[in-house]
């Protein structure tokens, strides 16, 4: 049981004649018990940082889908993921129009994607797609990464797609196809 005492402490020798004073006794229990439930309320209660997931939609590899959306070179995009935090970027179909190698981030891809998008968006009056084509070279945070900078470049429409040979012989004529790993 948790009290606390209030006595007047000890006993002094010499000096006047005082009357006798009561110990304060106050019991503490009560408080103790209390302040233990308010603690395991808040713990139980509490929500700690929550799982921040982007959805995703993407269709089966073994099924053929006859519902395939023709898309104009013209307003299409292609992102290739290579190793050492690069990738790469071209607009239209391969080969036709030189590729750009860029990084991530605010200077980077998400200011070729909103600037691309507007481009698009001013000469067809469509909105752009993208492919994003990672390497085996890449690593899983640059596809993320690469999605976040499409989420908030606002682009509507993208896809991922397997990489191709040219592809990866482009990336390895660029450097971005490294065996460090």
Known sequence: MAEL??????????????SKKQSTRIDLTAMVDLAFL???FFIMTTTLAKPKAMDLAMPDKDEHTKDQMD????????????????LEWYIGEPGKSAPTIDNFG???????LIEKSKEVQQKTGKFMFVVIKPSD?????????TLDEI????????????ISAPEIELLKKDGLYNDNK
Not at 72 to 80: D, E, K, N, Y
Not at 106 to 112: Q, S
Request: net charge positive.
């Open 5 to 18: 005492d209030t006595s007047g402490g000890g006993k002094h020798k010499g000096g006047k004649v005082r």
């Open 38 to 40: 308010l603690i395991t």
């Open 71 to 86: 898309i104009a070179a013209s307003r299409s995009m292609t992102i290739l993921l290579g190793s050492d935090d690069k």
């Open 106 to 112: 605010p200077d980077g891809l998400r200011k070729t």
């Open 137 to 145: 070279k890449s690593k899983y945070k640059n596809m993320v990464s």
């Open 151 to 162: 989420n908030i470049a606002n682009i509507q429409s993208y896809g991922i797609v397997d």
